[in-house]
Nanobody, 119 residues
């Protein structure tokens, strides 16, 4: 099994930045892609970004392109989400997820970390 633990959430003013981290443990060899999703109150879960665990693939959701950057550190089994120019609409619980293939559904999830952007 793969375990995922997010950290780095918090309260930030609009226009500010935060960096989220997600540490993977367990059967990390089963991971082919890592991703970030978010869910705001009363809304459906939204895809934010994903990254290939060993290759060059990176993909962003339209609402965060140009503001968020996903990266990884394989030596630390950690994926990051650098969030710049934050907006109030970025307020949500952010979840880290893992998939067994780059195009496969994400099937392992972290517990989530709250990001609140004040305007």
């Amino acid at each position: 099994q793969v375990q995922l633990v997010e950290s780095g959430g918090g309260l930030v003013q609009a226009g500010g930045s935060l960096r989220l981290s997600c540490a993977a443990s367990g059967r990390t060899l089963d991971i082919a892609a890592m991703g970030w999703f978010r869910q705001a109150p009363g809304k459906e879960r939204e895809f934010v970004a994903k990254i290939s665990w060993r290759g060059p693939g990176i993909y962003y959701g339209d609402s965060v392109k140009g503001r968020f950057t996903i990266s990884r550190d394989n030596a630390k089994n950690t994926v990051y989400l650098q969030m710049n120019n934050l907006k109030s609409e970025d307020t949500a619980v952010y979840y880290c997820a893992a998939a067994p293939a780059y195009t496969a559904p994400f099937d392992k999830w972290g517990q989530g970390t709250q990001v609140t952007v004040s305007s």
